[in-house]
């Protein structure tokens, strides 16, 4: 087990130790919010460009919004409010999943999402609130089942969607089984059925030579579904023995849907996620958004999001492809994706939002090719009651000088809340 | 009791009461740098400049930073990141352990060295995990015992130590005793033993025409050292009653080794401190740095710096000066502290550290002539992956405009690992 994985169940252990201490406070941060947020008849707008923040490609130079040409951002700006937001901590990374719960009000390191769930998410499969979920790895054993490739040689997604169709046969009592493809030799299990628990170990041993471990259960209430896990397993085993690379499975990030508080019920906000890619519209699900599934593009986005105007308060609207060139380390790329936001910015001011936020869930730099810990530009954009910046435009140096400063992601639906008048006042 | 006094215990009560609470927290905490932080080939050098932050002399004028020439700091200062570290809290004045903790990473509210602990690092006695260590004083008192003078009338130093050896000759049975002499009518008393408590009242009753108090068990536990004290403050109170002024001790800040994590544990950095003063090298070697013994100035830890450059991650360099001749209230003495640092520049950044941190463990204001709560100058060199200031130079009015902002000092060290490539991602 590498050090990584070691931390990863110390870190869950702890915070299932620690959850009722942890659960009296994050009650105690909403409770403030459910007692305070109110309705009115104002539209808020969160525009996420996904990875926006980044770094100088030389010292001294612009960053990638920086050297983008952006006369929208840039004059909307003038009549913004600017600042960094910082979505987890100084110096730590955020994945997606926290990086958005973060803009969504909810602190990360308390609401722990597990990775079988985002791996659900992430194609788009509904996780219910019984089920329990794991990321698949295919791997490949020898005679002995010691592990020669915990990546299965790296099999094409074809081929790993051909295996999951046969896996699909398999029949545990008791409980309904979904195996979903996601990309290469990954793949998701999902178990539905009653009781079931996520408190079981990795099967993956973390280095070859070793044989996959057998699931064992970490709580009293889990033993159940240690027991149908190590069944599953071992039909799988014998449907795939015949093959040359993926000839076994690894299971790992056993994780339950998180029960996460819901929009509607602590922000008083009927909100609808206008996404391309299936995270971002299952984590938007995971806080009680209504997803609008089939948009393809930016274009269907704002057409939606028109057509919809009158039946919702709050609008997510996620862009995916700066992260992906961000990733990339393309740094003109991420730069011309951010000037097609850009001009999607006449499209958003015509229906007069009360609130408009464009930020990002996390920088990722181009130099960097990943996410980064940089805090993320942001633009609030109030006309009634912002105060105002002595700024150019749109981009990080400016955003340091913003009257919003540097202040943590999870404050900012408390601020659209305010700015669109539906937080009352607290005390007399 | 005083109101100081009556405070004092309230908050140890409290501290106590909530003790499972505290530890819980930040173990978790830490544990989520134990799960993010990986290794890296990278070097982070940390240089404190003790007491940096000062205010200006004349309202609106230069600060002793500011009215330094500091050409190397100044040049570096265009090339960083400048903010300014909030070592406890606003209006919250550190002392230097509390300090140094959190620019360790330590939350000094909840990881708290007790004072004899403290005192016995700052003469360079090395405390060990069974050790009980309180801070003592000679006092004097008359023939009813009730306190005249609760310092002795200020005995010089080498009275002391002549007073302490005397005391040195005390035995108590099951416990082995260290006495040493600190300075004036100050010194450290640690009993060394198996199954000893520090939670123990002080016996200083805070003002004079009282007796000294009786030691008393503060728990359960404490009783056999309670016991343990009293016939050690009977026997020195014989030794001594002859003499003139310094004819009875207090004792007082009874503490043990607080047994903080460790660096290599929770930031996988292997660390050396190259300081001067003991106080630091203690410091440094509660959080689990080596010490480099042997060193008398700045010239000796640069060359110790150089020469042990391909052994550690990290180092910390601390500067004493600048907060002495703050303490003294001398402003120009300690530009001119200041500017011997700077000097020191050219040689640190030869050894092309990955990470270089210029900063103070708090303010020390000349004006002020003692340590104070004004947030303290930083400057974060990552050539790598830096946003820009646009300063042009190191003082407290750049860092106020640079891209760090204001920070929380704890978050340093977070940043310093991720700017050297040391923290993983957050979630996926």
């Not at 030799?185 to 044989?211: A, C, I, M, W």
């Not at 799988?236 to 339950?256: C, D, F, P, S, Y």
């Not at 986005?301 to 308060?313: G, I, P, S, T």
Request: glycine share 10%; with cysteine; aromatic share 8%.
């Amino acid at each position: 087990m590498t050090r990584s994985e070691t931390g990863n169940w110390e870190w869950i252990c702890v915070a299932r130790l620690v959850g009722t201490l942890l659960e009296v406070r994050c009650m105690a941060d909403f409770t403030l919010l459910r007692e305070l947020t109110t309705t009115a008849d104002t539209k808020i707008v969160l525009l996420v460009m996904d990875g926006l923040g980044g770094v100088p490609k030389e010292p001294g130079g612009p960053t990638e919004l920086e050297s983008a040409h952006t006369p929208n951002l840039d004059r909307l700006a003038v009549e913004s409010m600017l600042g960094l937001s910082i979505p987890i901590g100084h110096g730590i990374t955020p994945g997606s999943g926290p990086g958005h719960l973060a803009l969504f009000g909810y602190d990360p390191v308390k609401f722990l999402i597990g990775r079988g769930v985002l791996e659900a998410l992430g194609i788009g499969f509904e996780v219910a609130p019984d089920d329990v979920a794991a990321r698949g790895n295919f791997c490949t054993v020898d005679d002995n089942l010691l592990i020669t490739d915990r990546r299965a040689g790296r099999i094409p997604t074809e081929k790993c969607a051909e295996l999951v169709n046969k896996l699909r046969t398999i029949r545990v009592p008791q409980v309904e089984i979904f195996v979903e493809p996601v990309q290469d030799y990954r793949f998701v299990l999902v178990f539905r059925g009653k009781n079931l628990s996520p408190r079981l170990n990795e099967t993956d041993p973390q280095r070859t030579g070793h044989q996959a471990l057998e699931v064992k259960a970490q709580a009293e209430d889990a033993h159940k579904t240690a027991e149908m896990a190590n069944r599953w397993i071992a039909a799988a085993r014998e449907i795939l023995k015949g093959e040359q690379r993926a000839n076994m499975v690894t299971l790992r990030g056993w994780a339950k849907e998180p029960g996460l508080p819901k929009f509607t019920d602590i922000y008083r906000l009927k909100a609808q996620a206008l996404a391309v890619y299936p995270m971002y519209k299952g984590l938007a699900s995971l806080v009680g958004m209504d997803v609008l599934q089939g948009l393809r593009s930016l274009g269907d986005q704002l057409r939606a999001l028109k057509a919809n105007w009158e039946d919702y308060d709050f609008f997510f609207v996620h862009y995916k492809y700066t992260d992906s060139r961000g990733e990339d380390g393309n740094f003109e790329a991420k730069a011309a994706e951010i000037e097609k936001v850009d001009a999607a910015i006449p499209r958003l001011l015509d229906l007069k939002p009360d609130v408009l936020i464009v930020t990002g869930d996390h920088s990722t730099p181009a130099v960097w090719k990943a996410h980064s810990w940089h805090p993320v530009p942001t633009l609030l954009y109030a006309p009634r009651l912002g105060r105002r910046n002595e700024v150019k435009g749109f981009g990080e140096t400016q955003c340091q000088a913003g009257v919003l400063g540097q202040f943590p992601a999870v404050d900012l639906m408390p601020l659209a809340l305010a700015y669109a008048g539906r937080i009352t006042k607290f005390g007399a």
